[in-house]
């Protein structure tokens, strides 16, 4: 299965302030998923960032908050635009390992005050 | 629209005993399902998935699932608890065609009494 480098593992931001977040896969893949998990909260899908084109994004997620750039089929960034205190959660990028199912990076834990 | 619930947010388990964690799922088409663990602070590790074939499928860890077409379940079992199972259980359900998302359940908190 792809193994998946995210980082930062952790970071602590002031508001009003950006943070890219970067992932790395061993692999070539098609599609990676960006994932906003809350403090106590499930994993909610923010985007899905397909290489050569415009990220896909969901509902109530927008990209002027998180632009997304996928440059080629092993790399992906996430930023997180302005951000609040409400933005503290963990980012996780995901790849589709077809039979290996879905793997997901370490995640990435952000703190905003 | 698609869904998943797990009906239990937190499970105390002694261990050793035997432990089983819910997943109902609802999906219009053939699902592709998924048990996650995460430990605190730290990312999700696949502990099994069913794709097709054989309903009981096996994981790492000694973990097992059912999948019952019948009730829209796909239960996590495992047979005798350790205390470092002690974590966070995400059952998901994803399409079974092409590159989907995948839809996460709330989450179950197992803890683990000596």
């Known amino acids: 299965s792809a193994v998946i480098s995210q980082k930062p593992s952790r970071d602590i931001c002031q508001r009003g302030t950006s943070l890219t977040i970067q992932c790395q896969v061993d692999?070539?893949?098609?599609?990676m998923f960006w994932y906003r998990q809350q403090p106590g909260q499930s994993l909610t899908l923010i985007a899905t960032?397909?290489?050569?084109?415009?990220?896909?994004?969901e509902s109530g997620f927008v990209i002027d908050k998180f632009p997304i750039s996928r440059p080629n089929l092993t790399f992906s960034t996430l930023t997180v635009s302005n951000m609040s205190p409400e933005d503290s959660s963990i980012y996780l990028c995901s790849v589709d390992g077809q039979d290996y199912g879905y793997t997901f990076g370490s995640g990435t834990r952000l703190t905003v005050v | 629209a698609q869904s998943v619930t797990q009906p239990d947010i937190h499970i105390t388990v002694s261990e050793g005993a035997s432990l089983e964690l819910r997943c109902n799922y609802s999906?219009?088409?053939?699902?592709?399902l998924f048990w996650y663990v995460q430990s605190p602070g730290q990312g999700l590790q696949l502990l099994l998935k069913?794709?097709?074939?054989?309903?009981l499928v096996q994981g790492i860890k000694g973990f097992e699932a059912e999948f019952k077409r019948s009730q829209s379940s796909f239960n996590l079992r495992k047979p005798s608890v350790h205390w470092s199972d002690a974590a966070e259980y995400f059952c998901?359900?994803?399409?079974?065609?092409?590159?989907?998302?995948?839809?996460f359940g709330t989450g179950t908190r197992l803890l683990v009494s000596p």
């Open positions: 692999s070539q893949v098609t599609m």
């Open positions: 998901a359900v994803g399409r079974s065609t092409g590159f989907q998302k995948l839809v």
């Open positions: 960032a397909n290489q050569g084109s415009e990220a896909t994004y």
């Open positions: 069913y794709f097709s074939g054989d309903t």
């Open positions: 999906y219009g088409a053939t699902p592709y």
